[in-house]
Structures are given as structure tokens and as C-alpha cells.
């Protein structure tokens, strides 16, 4: 197997001149400052390939990794921290723990509501809410670790990822109509605190700055809860419907309705814009930190910081459905079914990938995207042109969306009867990427050892002598005659 310029990927990274100025005869290498060398020497790049070979981790084939068949459609899928499980529920009521490595089922266990959403908590632990319910699950087995029953139909659950979950919901089908909010500890599902509302809860509880809590009655008031003790620390009336916000990273959050946006954050209100418009879904953030917002017939695309309108677009010619790393928007254009890339500043539209690619789209933490149709067919696009890169083909009746994208460009498909992983890159284009990886390293390590610092990580150790270079622990020689 070739690996592209693996030769003098060996030499530029190992390797260096370390005689006087002009002497081109002495070899020596950048992550050592002693060593022994004489002549002219040239690096058994073969042997050298076969060491750091073998301290690659294994590279997946170019196709499909696996498919679960489950008998019915896959309703949600999360992953653990490490990426190394996803946590799958399906319509037949069975909730899995599936390893990403080979696709093998570790636990399933059955769900009891027709209505079941979860998350996952600090530690990992599966919270899964349907009717009155929140139950906690270990993320290795399956296990119960406990079981929350609250006193109305949950209808959102949200960790804030320091161990203490938010839960939230209403009475149904009775004649007194109240909410509640509950502090739960992930620990033990003992409860911190529980706010009881009389009326409809108009706002999802969201965390934003100073540890404040933000969440709504409806038709009467926006209000900031303190996240420890539950207590009121301010409320803005306000005319709101049932609506829901979403958080930027730096804990600012979003909503808007009956045509207009707000922006709030643990303070209050930062910024209020009329719109025209009552958000169809909830409110799109970008990497830039605007906010998209759109119904049947309008749409906005609004600065985040003031609420100013940055560009306007047409729901019926396009949708804004996903956003790449670098704020890059990409849209679906019911014309034709194409995807098409919007630019985030603008709203101008760039290149259009045409072939009836609707179903679904996904973006890869390095950017690359993925579409997907209802024929069966998945397709890897290259972000810069538009260009198709490859296709797999898949059952047509196994499809339903594009789920997560990993870095390695692993596509998991949310399918119609199981579920799906797709290995887009090839073994080669693995193995080089994880070869620039030890290159990168192997560099900061030489950087570090010059500035008279510790590497906290050393992938390989490079030792060279007389006649020979120990790349990783293993002794290759070095042929003394030039070829």
C-alpha cells in the first residue's frame, strides 16, 4: 500500500542536516540532540513505513461498517462523550447501546411511553422521560441507577452538564391546569428544588450566564430563575406563546414570538427586534454567532449580538438546513431538489449540488458534507466546490436521515428499519491522515524538547546511533550506501 510522499514524510519529519553550514553529509534527526552518524546515509524507508504501520490504529475499509437491523424506524440517536457508543430508540419501544467500533448490541432494554426522549447526563448515564417519568440508566449495562416521578407529563429534559438536570412539564387532561420545573441530581435522582406554576409553561427551561435559569409562563411573563435554590431572580412581561429558545455558547438565549425575536441572557433582556415573523421551528445558530429564523413564507438571517437583519431569503425557494465549522450554510432549494451553499455574511448563494439529494443532509467536523435521498443513495460532497467525491448506495426501504458525522468521516443513518454506519474515507486516506497526525505530534514534541519542555503526549520516540533509527521502540538500520 502506498501512502502518498510517505518517503519524505519520514526524512522532513525525523530527519534533518545537523552538520556545519554547507554540510550536507552528516544526517541526524529533529527530536534528539545527540547522535551518531557518518557518511552518506539514506533511511530504509520501507522498514521505517512497517514500524510506524504498526503503531497506527486499525483504518477502517471504504463502505459500510454496519447495519442493525431493528425492525422498525430509529426514532433518536446520541453518543457518548468518547464516541465509542451510541445510544439508539426505536419506534418498536427498545432503547440499545451499540459499540461504533463493530456495531455490536452491548445492552437494550425496553421503554414503557409511546412518547420517550432522553439525553445523556455528566457522567454519561442515559436519562430517558416519558409521561411522568425520568429514569437514569448506566451507560455500560443498561442498568437503572433510579427513577424520578414528577407530578406532571414531562415534556423537556435538559443537563447542564455540571451533574444537576432541569425537567420540565405540564398536567394533562385535567381540569386545573399548572407546570413545574425540577432541579434533579444525576447522582442519585434526588430533587433540588421544584418550581410549580399555575397556567402553561410557555418557555423550555434554558441555562444562560450567572447560573440563571430562563423560562416562561404563557401570556404573561419571561422569568430568570437562580439555577442553585430555584428562586425568582427577575420576570419581564411579556405576551408569549409557547415557543423554544435556544443557547449560544456563551450562554445568551434566543426566541421569538407572535413577530417578534428576543435575545436574553441570566440579566434579562439583552435586545428585542420586530420581525414579522413567528419562528416555524426553533431559531438556527451559526459558528458566526447569528441567528437564522424563518415560517412558511419569510426568512431572516439576524446579527446576534444586536438583532440587526443581515440578509433576508425565501422559505419557499430555500431552507437553511445545516451549517459547516467555518459558518458556511447549507440549504435545500425545493428547484430541482438541489442543496445549495449559502454565504453566512451575504445570504448569496454559491455553488448547487443537483441530483435530487433532499432526504437529509450532514456536516463533518472538518467540513465535508454529506446528503442523502429518499432512493437509498448517501453521497460525500466536497464543501469547497460542490463536487460529488463518492456515493454508496444503500436499500432504499433502510433510509430515513443522515444522523451524526463524525471527524473521520463515519456517516451513522437514522434508518427506517435500524441503523446504519457508512465509512466514507478510504484506508488510505486514513492512514495518511493519521500519519499528518504523528507528524504534527512528532514536531511539537521537537518544539517543546527546544524550548526546554516536557511533551505531555509523545506518540513516538526517535532514537538514532550508529547505523541504525529506533522510530517507536522498534530497531530499523539505516542502508550506509546511497542507492
Known amino acids: 500500500m502506498e501512502i502518498k510522499g510517505f518517503g519524505s514524510f519520514i ?3 525525523f530527519f534533518h542536516p545537523k552538520g556545519s553550514a554547507g554540510d550536507t553529509t552528516q544526517t541526524g534527526m529533529n527530536t534528539s540532540d545527540s547522535f551518531s552518524a557518518g557518511g552518506n546515509s539514506n533511511i530504509n524507508t520501507d522498514l521505517a513505513q512497517a514500524a510506524l504501520f504498526s503503531k497506527m ?6 463502505g459500510q461498517q454496519f447495519f442493525i437491523n431493528m425492525g422498525d424506524r430509529v426514532n433518536n440517536v446520541k453518543f457518548s462523550a468518547d464516541g465509542k457508543t451510541a445510544f439508539v430508540i426505536n419506534e418498536n419501544d427498545n432503547i440499545y447501546g451499540i459499540s461504533t467500533d463493530n456495531g455490536g448490541v452491548q445492552w437494550h432494554a425496553p421503554v414503557v411511553d409511546d412518547d420517550v426522549r432522553f439525553h445523556l447526563g455528566r457522567d454519561g448515564s442515559v436519562l430517558i422521560h416519558g409521561g411522568n417519568t425520568l429514569t437514569s440508566l448506566q451507560p455500560d449495562k443498561g442498568f437503572k441507577k433510579w427513577e424520578f416521578q414528577a407530578d406532571v407529563r414531562l415534556s ?3 443537563p447542564d452538564g455540571n451533574g444537576t438536570t432541569y425537567a420540565s412539564g405540564e398536567t394533562m387532561f385535567s381540569n386545573e391546569r399548572k407546570a413545574a420545573i425540577y432541579s434533579i441530581d444525576e447522582r442519585n435522582g434526588a430533587k433540588n428544588w421544584e418550581l410549580v406554576i399555575d397556567g402553561r409553561l410557555a418557555l423550555n427551561p434554558v441555562l444562560t450566564t450567572d447560573n440563571t435559569l430562563l423560562s416562561g409562563k404563557q401570556n404573561e411573563k419571561v422569568f430568570g430563575l ?3 435554590t430555584g428562586k425568582v431572580k427577575w420576570e419581564h412581561p411579556m405576551d408569549i406563546s409557547i415557543e423554544n429558545a435556544v443557547t449560544a455558547p456563551d450562554g445568551t438565549a434566543f426566541f421569538g414570538t407572535n413577530g417578534k425575536m428576543f435575545s436574553f441572557d441570566g440579566n434579562g433582556k439583552k435586545w428585542e427586534v420586530d420581525t414579522g415573523i413567528r419562528p416555524r421551528y426553533a431559531p438556527m445558530l451559526t459558528p458566526k454567532g447569528d441567528v437564522i429564523i424563518q415560517n412558511d413564507d419569510k426568512g431572516l438571517a439576524l446579527d446576534g449580538k444586536t438583532g440587526e437583519v443581515k440578509w433576508e431569503f425565501d422559505p419557499k425557494k430555500f431552507t437553511p438546513i445545516k451549517c459547516g ?3 458556511t450554510i447549507y440549504a435545500h432549494n425545493y428547484d430541482g431538489d438541489t442543496i445549495i451553499q449559502i454565504n453566512p455574511d451575504t445570504g448569496k448563494t454559491g455553488w448547487k449540488f443537483k441530483g435530487g439529494y433532499s432526504s437529509s443532509l450532514g456536516v463533518s467536523p472538518n467540513g465535508n458534507l454529506f446528503v442523502s435521498n429518499i432512493d437509498g443513495k448517501v453521497a460525500m460532497v466536497n464543501p469547497k466546490n460542490g463536487k460529488k467525491v463518492r ?7 433502510h433510509v430515513n436521515k443522515i444522523g451524526k458525522v463524525t471527524e473521520d468521516d463515519v456517516v451513522y443513518i437514522n434508518g427506517c428499519t435500524g441503523f446504519y454506519a457508512l465509512n466514507f474515507k478510504t484506508k488510505e486516506e486514513g492512514m495518511q491522515k493519521q500519519l499528518e497526525s504523528m507528524k504534527v505530534s512528532a514536531q511539537t514534541t521537537t518544539d517543546n524538547k527546544e524550548q526546554g519542555e516536557s511533551s505531555a503526549e509523545k506518540p513516538l520516540t526517535v532514537e538514532q546511533g550508529e547505523g541504525f533509527v529506533n522510530i517507536g521502540g522498534i530497531k530499523l538500520e539505516i542502508n550506509k550506501k546511497a542507492e
Open 57 to 62: 490504529k486499525p483504518v477502517k475499509e471504504l
Open 11 to 13: 526524512k522532513d519529519t
Open 226 to 228: 437562580d439555577a442553585a
Open 156 to 158: 423537556d429534559v435538559y
Open 391 to 397: 456515493e454508496m448506495i444503500l436499500d432504499p426501504a
Open 325 to 327: 465549522p467555518d459558518g
